[in-house]
């Protein structure tokens, strides 16, 4: 029985509520509560075409993006990353086992020394809430990273997030009038930036805890105070 999961996805093992019975349902069928606004989605593309379009003007990388390294190259498209392996049209993917491991980054650079640096855009304001969310987006990365060396794109020397943050409420009026336009209004985000250990090796461990959930013939128990899970079951009880 052959398994597809996304980086994304498997990130999700590694949350603080982690619910077994959560994971097992969205492996099978798309949830109604798992649906994510787009607006983020295309805010995360705005940004990578922001910091692609300053790298081919000024051949650098913003200076707000300055800490991450000197780049010598962005690779746009995942057909230009898939190049170096010399393998026509491959996938994005790797499969370990029964599993199927999609998920391509929101931006990789290449720096002086050929190392691969990989980035993923939130579109969020850092809080110590946050906080709860870093084993998922370690997770997350550590996949991308995972993929990439086994395709043989390169050795991964850096995992960053980048949050782009929108001001605080206190400032609006502030910038208000600065930001206003004839064809409506901006929005000045302010990013901040967090290196993510690499550690590829967990990955497969995950892998195999996934496909083992996957396969269950019956959903697992639900987490203790799993809160989607109470939700799920207070409408099924309405039914």
Same mark, same amino acid.
Request: glycine share 4%; aromatic share 18%.
């Given at each position: 029985m052959q398994m597809k999961i996304s980086a994304k996805n498997l990130g *999700?093992?590694?949350? /603080?509520?982690?619910c077994e019975r959560c994971f097992w349902i969205s492996t099978h069928e798309k949830l109604p509560y798992q649906i994510f606004p787009g607006i983020f989605s295309s +805010?995360? +593309?705005y940004t990578k075409y922001i910091v692609e379009s300053y790298f081919d003007k000024e051949a650098e990388l913003?200076?707000?993006?300055?800490n991450i390294g000197h780049i010598t190259r962005i690779f746009k498209t995942t057909k230009?990353?898939?190049s170096i392996t010399g393998k026509g049209n491959q996938k994005f993917s790797v499969d370990y086992k029964n599993i199927t491991l999609t998920g391509i980054p929101d931006a990789v650079f290449e720096n002086d020394d050929k190392k691969i640096i990989i980035i993923d855009y /939130? $579109? *969020?304001r850092y809080t110590e809430g946050q906080d709860s969310m870093m084993p998922i987006y370690n997770t997350q990365l550590n996949a =991308? *990273? =995972?993929i990439t060396e086994k395709l043989g794109i390169g050795i991964i020397e850096k995992l960053y997030l980048v949050y782009f943050e929108p001001p605080e409420s206190k400032i609006?009026? /502030? +910038? *208000?009038?600065? =930001? $206003? $336009? /004839?064809?409506?209004f901006e929005m000045p985000f302010f990013p901040k930036i967090h290196e993510i250990k690499k550690d590829t090796k967990t990955i497969e461990k995950l892998m195999d805890k996934a496909y083992? +959930? =996957?396969v269950k013939t019956m959903p697992p128990k639900m987490a203790k105070n799993c809160k989607n899970c109470t939700k799920l079951d207070s409408i099924c009880s309405r039914i």
């Open positions: *999700a093992l590694s949350g /603080k509520d982690f +805010i995360d +593309i913003p200076v707000w993006l300055s230009e990353l898939l /939130k $579109t *969020a =991308y *990273a =995972y609006f009026a /502030k +910038i *208000a009038n600065k =930001y $206003t $336009t /004839k064809q409506g083992e +959930i =996957y």
